[in-house]
C-alpha cells in the first residue's frame, strides 16, 4: 500500500470527530472511545474504513481510482473494529454504495443532535441540490456536498471516469472482438459519398473534444481565486461523456460497413482512429487526481494530450481518395 492510499492522522482524527466517535453501522452505533482504566487515560475501538479498498485484493478495490483518491476522507467511513472487520470480510454483502449510505445517514443523524433546526434546513438543501444533477456516483455526490480542498479538480475526475466508464469499456470489448453489429453495405455509387460525410464527422468529432478540453473544462472550475460550478462541471463532464459514445459509434459503423473494392483502402484507414482518440481522452482523470495528489498551494500545470487524428492520415486518406476516385472514373470509362 502506498503512502497515498493511507488515511493521513488528520484525517482520521476529522472522520473520528464527524461521526461522534461512534460507528456509522446503523445496526451498531456502538461509541468507540472513552476512559481508559488509568484515570489521565481514554481508549479509542474506532477505525477509518476504506469504502474502496486500499491495495489490491483488498475488500472492494477498485484499479481504476487514483491512490489519492482511496487516501481521502471522501473515500472514508468510521467504523467500530468489529463492523470493519465485517465489511471486509464480506464485500459482496457490504458494497461501496452501501457503505457510501452509510456514511451520509449517519452524518446526518449526528448534524440533527448537534443542532436540528440547521441539519433539517442543510439537509433539506443537500437533497434539492442533487435532485439538479440526476444520476451521478456515491463519490461525486459526496464530493459536490463537501466540497473540500481540490474538490472542483477531484469531482472533474470522477464525472469524466463516470460518464466514460461505459464508452471505454465498449471500446476494449470492441478490440477485442467480443460483439459485433449488422454489416451494411454502401452501394458502389454511394461509397464515395458516404467515406467523405465519415471523414467530416470525425474532424468535427475531434473539433468538439478538443473545445471541451481546451475551454469549457477550465470555465466550469472558475478564475483563480474564485470557486468553480459544480453545476457546471457535471454539465461539460456529460459532454464529454456524449462525444465519447458518439465517436465509439463512429467507429462501429466504419467497422462494420462494406465499400467497393475501389474504395476499401479508404475504409481501412478509418478503423481505430476513433478509438485512439478515447483512449487518449480517457488520460485526463488521473492526470488531475495525480495533480492534486501532493495538494499543491500553487503552480501551473500542463497535461499535453493528442486529441486528434494520427499523424499524416488526412494526408493519407487524401491520396487513397485520389486512387479511388481514378478507378473509379477508369471502370465507368471502360
Not at 81 to 100: A, E, M, T, V
Not at 112 to 132: I, P, S, W
Not at 146 to 155: D, I, N, P, S, T
Not at 184 to 190: F, G
Request: charged content about 30%.
Amino acid at each position: 500500500m502506498s503512502t497515498e492510499d493511507r488515511f493521513k492522522k488528520s484525517v482520521v482524527a476529522v472522520l473520528a470527530k464527524r461521526a461522534a466517535n461512534r460507528c456509522a453501522n446503523p445496526e451498531c452505533g456502538a461509541v468507540t472511545s472513552g476512559p481508559a482504566n488509568e484515570s489521565n487515560g481514554s481508549v479509542n475501538v474506532g477505525e477509518a474504513a476504506h469504502i474502496y479498498g486500499a491495495h489490491p485484493g483488498s475488500a472492494r478495490y477498485d484499479e481504476k481510482m487514483a491512490s489519492s483518491d482511496r487516501g481521502a476522507i471522501t473515500n472514508a467511513i468510521w467504523l467500530c473494529g468489529n463492523c470493519h472487520k465485517r465489511i471486509d470480510n464480506d464485500p459482496s454483502r457490504y458494497p461501496p454504495g452501501l457503505l457510501f449510505e452509510w456514511q451520509r445517514e449517519h452524518e446526518n443523524r449526528i448534524s440533527e443532535q448537534v443542532g436540528k433546526t440547521a441539519a433539517e434546513v442543510r439537509l433539506r438543501y443537500e437533497k434539492r441540490h442533487l435532485e439538479e444533477f440526476g444520476r451521478l456516483s456515491y463519490l461525486a455526490e459526496r464530493l459536490i456536498i463537501e466540497k473540500g480542498e481540490y474538490w472542483e479538480y477531484l469531482l472533474t475526475a470522477e464525472m469524466l471516469r463516470f460518464e466514460m466508464a461505459p464508452t471505454i469499456q465498449r471500446w476494449d470489448a470492441l478490440k477485442r472482438g467480443l460483439y459485433t453489429k449488422p454489416i451494411q453495405r454502401i452501394d458502389r455509387d454511394d461509397s464515395f459519398s458516404w467515406l467523405m460525410d465519415k471523414s467530416q464527422e470525425i474532424l468535427l468529432i475531434v473539433a468538439a473534444f478538443s473545445n471541451i478540453t481546451n475551454f469549457e473544462i477550465g470555465r466550469a472550475w472558475g478564475e483563480s481565486g474564485v470557486a468553480g460550478s459544480d453545476v457546471d462541471i457535471v454539465s461539460v463532464c456529460r459532454l464529454y461523456g456524449e462525444a465519447c459514445s458518439n465517436t465509439l459509434l463512429w467507429e462501429e459503423s466504419v467497422r462494420f460497413t462494406r465499400v467497393d473494392d475501389d474504395f476499401s483502402e479508404i475504409r481501412d484507414l478509418y478503423i481505430g482512429v476513433a478509438g485512439d482518440v478515447i483512449e487518449q481522452t480517457a488520460k485526463i482523470p488521473k492526470f488531475l487526481t495525480d495533480m492534486v495528489a501532493p495538494r499543491p498551494t500553487s503552480g501551473t500545470y500542463e497535461l499535453e494530450l493528442t486529441i486528434g487524428l494520427p499523424d499524416g492520415w488526412e494526408d493519407r486518406v487524401d491520396a487513397a481518395f485520389k486512387r479511388a476516385e481514378r478507378a473509379f472514373l477508369l471502370d465507368i470509362s471502360s
